[in-house]
């Protein structure tokens, strides 16, 4: 079975593109690429634990800096391995209320925003049993995108679905 991402080669650091048919498929895809840079085995990561993750952002292509930041967090910060995730969302929010509005009704509207969720289960890292390879430092904005494919760019299983990339701080 073909793994749903790519490692991207990059001047100095790495990357990852993956596609899925709706968006949570594709941020979870890209979340595994993530994981598979910093563990090469990820079938060696046990869900013993839960975290809850949440990220926010104006735009997609910020939302998925985001939610790749939350990953990055739980493994620097936390030293936290992720094995699976579940309960994905990934939304647009209505924008709130603005000063002065009334009755429910806003004066003014704000941008609108994206949000994304999930349940990540996983274990906090073992040197013993876990390989670590690439240390990442960061996600970066350049060349991160979010795209709708054309139909014509799916496989045959049908209809258009979403790719994603993000290049990573090594």
């Known amino acids: 079975m073909s793994r ?7 001047t100095a650091d790495v990357g990852v593109r993956a596609r899925g048919r709706t968006l949570e498929e594709t941020f979870v895809n890209m979340a595994a690429g993530l994981m598979s840079l910093v563990v090469p085995d990820p079938e060696s990561i046990r869900a013993t634990e839960e975290r809850r993750i949440e990220a ?18 739980l493994i620097d910060a936390e030293r936290f ?17 603005g000063p002065g509005s009334k009755r429910g009704r806003p004066a003014s509207r704000g941008p609108a925003s994206w949000t994304a969720g999930a349940v990540v ?10 390989q670590l390879d690439t240390e990442i430092k960061g996600v970066s904005y350049h060349m991160v995108k979010v795209e709708r494919e054309r139909a014509s760019e799916t496989d045959s299983a049908g209809g258009a679905g979403w790719v994603a990339q993000a290049i990573f701080d090594i």
């Open 4 to 10: 749903p991402y790519e490692v991207l080669e990059h």
């Open 56 to 73: 926010r952002a104006p735009d997609l292509e910020g939302l998925l800096v985001a939610w790749l930041s939350e990953f990055v967090y």
């Open 81 to 97: 391995l992720v094995a699976t995730i579940e309960d994905v969302f990934v939304a647009s929010c209505e924008p709130e209320a």
């Open 121 to 130: 289960r996983g274990e906090n890292i073992d040197v013993a049993r876990h």
